[in-house]
């Protein structure tokens, strides 16, 4: 069964400082991951997908299939990046997300 | 406005009772699910649905049923309420059922259970 873990429930940061928020799976086949993220007082909504290979809100993250990462990283963090993070896991032709335990990233002044 | 919608946002109520969270979806989807959040905000799928049929059933307790009356709804009934459902619980939907296809969630439903 697939399993994702983000081992940092919090996460506070300087605004302009980098931030990095882990997130490793386990699963043995081939996974579609993702980040989703929750601001305060607002739904969760796609933040993006490894798929894309895209960069959102100056947001990245690389899929690394040897070490089964899918880290989350910003080189200067915003306040308005302040939010609840979750990484999630679909399996390829499955439509179940397996979400990680979910990281908050504190911004401050 | 289109979106995922659900009603109510809050429920607060009596252990023993049974309540129903409804959910709506105009953005045309053909699978919708049903996720919840308990109080360490960990987010787990409880049932999925595609047009109407039941496709993911986890290890819940058959006191929650899902009824889905058309592909645009997806309604969760609660029997027995127990001081342990407690928790946010989120609908959401997809276009299809496939892989990576963006979930797109309501603004949650937070029952609390006395």
């Known amino acids: 069964a697939q399993r994702v873990t983000q081992p940092e429930k919090l996460l506070s940061v300087f605004k302009g400082a980098p931030v990095e928020l882990k997130c490793n799976y386990s699963y043995s086949g081939s996974p579609e991951l993702f980040w989703y993220v929750q601001y305060s007082r607002q739904r969760l909504q796609l933040l993006l997908r490894?798929?894309s290979r895209e960069s959102i809100k100056g947001f990245t993250a690389d899929l690394n299939k040897g070490e089964t990462s899918f880290h989350l990283k910003k080189p200067f963090a915003q306040e308005e990046d302040s939010a609840m993070y979750y990484c999630?896991?679909?399996?390829?032709?499955?439509?179940?997300?397996?979400f990680g335990g979910g990281t908050r990233v504190l911004v401050k002044p | 406005d289109t979106a995922v919608s659900q009603t109510p946002k809050y429920l607060v109520t009596q252990m023993g009772n049974d309540k129903s969270i409804k959910c709506e979806q105009n953005?045309?989807?053909?699978?919708m699910y049903w996720y919840k959040q308990d109080s360490k905000k960990f987010l787990k799928i409880m049932f999925s649905y595609n047009n109407k049929e039941l496709i993911i059933n986890e290890t819940v307790p058959n006191r929650f049923s899902p009824k889905s009356p058309d592909k645009a709804h997806l309604n969760l009934h609660i029997n027995s309420l127990e001081l342990g459902d407690s928790a946010v619980y989120f609908c959401?939907?997809?276009?299809?059922?496939?892989?990576?296809?963006?979930?797109?969630f309501g603004p949650g439903t937070r029952l609390l259970v006395l």
């Open positions: 953005l045309g989807h053909d699978t």
């Open positions: 999630a896991l679909v399996k390829a032709a499955g439509n179940k997300l397996t």
């Open positions: 490894h798929i």
């Open positions: 959401a939907s997809s276009q299809g059922g496939q892989g990576a296809e963006t979930q797109y």
